[in-house]
């Protein structure tokens, strides 16, 4: 079996929630550093302009967004699983529960931080529109209200003695919020101070550290590029036949985020269904790859 690719750079928060998964399914896998601020030509000629961390390249497929990165590993590296004790559709739904996490974490990263490039506050200016940068000084304390009352959920929701978020095994949704935990230990500062607070949380970061990252190999983008070109994409599954968009199989469409970094990619509709939408598109460099994302969190529509 081909081993996948992540286009990632080490500092993704977004990213380490998949390296996590490639820990937990044990897999071998190859990775390419993609720049940490744009332009980023050698990952949108994959995507058609979807520019976020990380994304996953399967020969000619493409994958979009970590909820639907994490659902493709899990079709195709069933074992382990990523939903030990079941309750699939709530751990994917966390997704949208570790965003809210994840904001004022990343506010908190950003303010004040003076080791971080000044290109790279700049590029997440532009980026992340849905956060007020004039205003991080003052809103600090709030934030870290925040980010204080989402650790507490955490903590009390291990106060049962459990090892991981489900039960006494690791799955989609202690990657989920590990991400944001390693985002505050990593960036934040007085991060560590923070999270010395809640025992429980702290024992449950280590179990989830210890599950690593897999087996990761460096391969720079030139050959996910020729991989891409010179493999055929899978089929899609065409149009659901209840679906509310009026869509068809075939036709122009652009996916577009709905919350930030909202740049339409646009190509021929293949799959479209309540969890996942896909497009065809050609590329001088990637050759025809489809493009997957999740159907929950992005707008579909004609082109």
């Given at each position: 079996?081909?081993?996948?690719?992540?286009?990632?750079?080490?500092?993704?928060?977004?990213?380490?929630?998949?390296?996590?998964?490639?820990?937990?399914?044990?897999?071998?896998?190859?990775?390419?550093?993609?720049?940490?601020?744009?332009?980023?030509?050698?990952?949108?000629?994959?995507?058609?302009?979807?520019?976020?961390?990380?994304?996953?390249?399967?020969?000619?497929?493409?994958?979009?967004?970590?909820?639907?990165?994490?659902?493709?590993?899990?079709?195709?590296?069933?074992?382990?699983?990523?939903?030990?004790?079941?309750?699939a559709g709530l751990a994917y739904a966390l997704a949208t529960w570790?965003?809210?996490?994840?904001?004022?974490?990343?506010?908190?990263?950003?303010?004040?931080?003076?080791?971080?490039?000044?290109?790279?506050?700049?590029?997440?200016?532009?980026?992340?529109?849905?956060?007020?940068?004039?205003?991080?000084?003052?809103?600090?304390?709030?934030?870290?209200?925040?980010?204080?009352?989402?650790?507490?959920?955490?903590?009390?929701?291990?106060?049962?003695?459990?090892?991981?978020?489900?039960?006494?095994?690791?799955?989609?949704?202690?990657?989920?919020?590990?991400?944001?935990?390693?985002?505050?230990?990593?960036?934040?500062?007085?991060?560590?101070?923070?999270?010395?607070?809640?025992?429980?949380?702290?024992?449950?970061?280590?179990?989830?550290?210890?599950?690593?990252?897999?087996?990761?190999?460096?391969?720079?983008?030139?050959?996910?590029?020729?991989?891409?070109?010179?493999?055929?994409?899978?089929?899609?599954?065409?149009?659901?036949?209840?679906?509310?968009?009026?869509?068809?199989?075939?036709?122009?469409?652009?996916?577009?985020?709905?919350?930030?970094?909202?740049?339409?990619?646009?190509?021929?509709?293949?799959?479209?269904?309540?969890?996942?939408?896909?497009?065809?598109?050609?590329?001088?460099?990637?050759?025809?790859?489809?493009?997957?994302?999740?159907?929950?969190?992005?707008?579909?529509?004609?082109?």
């Amino acid at each position: 079996m081909i081993e996948p690719i992540l286009h990632h750079f080490d500092w993704s928060p977004y990213a380490e929630k998949i390296r996590v998964l490639f820990g937990l399914k044990r897999l071998a896998w190859r990775s390419v550093q993609v720049p940490m601020v744009m332009p980023k030509p050698d990952l949108t000629a994959l995507t058609g302009g979807y520019r976020k961390t990380p994304v996953l390249q399967v020969g000619a497929d493409v994958y979009c967004d970590t909820s639907c990165i994490a659902r493709e590993l899990e079709r195709r590296y069933p074992s382990p699983t990523l939903f030990p004790e079941g309750g699939a559709g709530l751990a994917y739904a966390l997704a949208t529960w570790a965003e809210r996490f994840f904001e004022p974490g990343a506010g908190l990263s950003m303010s004040g931080n003076e080791a971080l490039p000044a290109e790279l506050l700049q590029d997440r200016r532009e980026f992340f529109t849905h956060m007020d940068f004039d205003r991080f000084a003052e809103r600090t304390p709030h934030m870290r209200g925040q980010v204080l009352a989402q650790l507490a959920l955490l903590e009390t929701h291990l106060a049962d003695g459990r090892a991981f978020l489900g039960g006494d095994r690791a799955g989609l949704a202690d990657a989920t919020a590990y991400y944001v935990v390693w985002m505050l230990r990593a960036f934040v500062a007085g991060g560590d101070a923070v999270l010395s607070r809640h025992l429980r949380l702290a024992a449950w970061e280590s179990r989830v550290r210890a599950l690593g990252h897999g087996e990761r190999r460096e391969i720079d983008a030139t050959e996910a590029l020729t991989e891409a070109r010179t493999s055929t994409p899978t089929p899609g599954h065409g149009v659901a036949a209840d679906d509310p968009s009026g869509l068809q199989e075939g036709q122009a469409v652009s996916v577009t985020p709905d919350d930030y970094g909202k740049v339409p990619v646009r190509g021929e509709l293949v799959t479209l269904d309540a969890t996942c939408v896909a497009l065809r598109r050609r590329d001088p460099r990637a050759g025809e790859v489809v493009v997957h994302f999740p159907r929950l969190g992005y707008v579909v529509a004609a082109a």
